[in-house]
């Protein structure tokens, strides 16, 4: 079973530029399209964006879209999440998840994901 370990969050200032890891156990890990969400205080965990399997098909929601670049290393188990020009309204809590079918198309809902790394705290500062 896949089991998933955020790593990066801090406090950053508007404008700037931060890197996101997350870290999965399981042999398996390769054949999951793995998305990252966030979620601000008082508000709905949101879709940010996901990879395919395969590394080839990537997704993002429109307010990350040209700021943001989801990756993933296969050889390492591990999906990062650059983030450039950061605003304000990104803060929130970010966390890592494992889509629930393997080899899958790439799905944006969070039900279609049934495993959740613990949560990273990235901050804003105006």
């Known amino acids: 079973q896949v089991q998933l370990v955020e790593s990066g969050g801090g406090l950053v200032q508007a404008g700037g530029s931060h890197r996101l890891s997350c870290a999965a156990s399981g042999r398996t890990f390769s054949t999951y399209t793995m998305g990252w969400f966030r979620q601000a205080p008082g508000k709905e965990r949101e879709f940010v964006a996901a990879?395919?399997?395969?590394?080839?098909?990537?997704y993002y929601a429109t307010s990350v879209e040209g700021r943001y670049t989801i990756s993933r290393d296969n050889s390492k188990n591990t999906i990062y999440l650059q983030m450039n020009s950061l605003k304000p309204e990104d803060t929130a809590v970010y966390y890592c998840?494992?889509?629930?079918?393997?080899?899958?198309?790439?799905?944006?809902?969070?039900?279609?994901?049934?495993?959740w790394g613990q949560g990273t705290q990235v901050t804003v500062s105006s």
């Open positions: 990879v395919a399997w395969s590394g080839r098909v990537t």
């Open positions: 998840a494992k889509q629930r079918r393997p080899f899958g198309d790439v799905r944006l809902g969070p039900i279609e994901y049934d495993t």
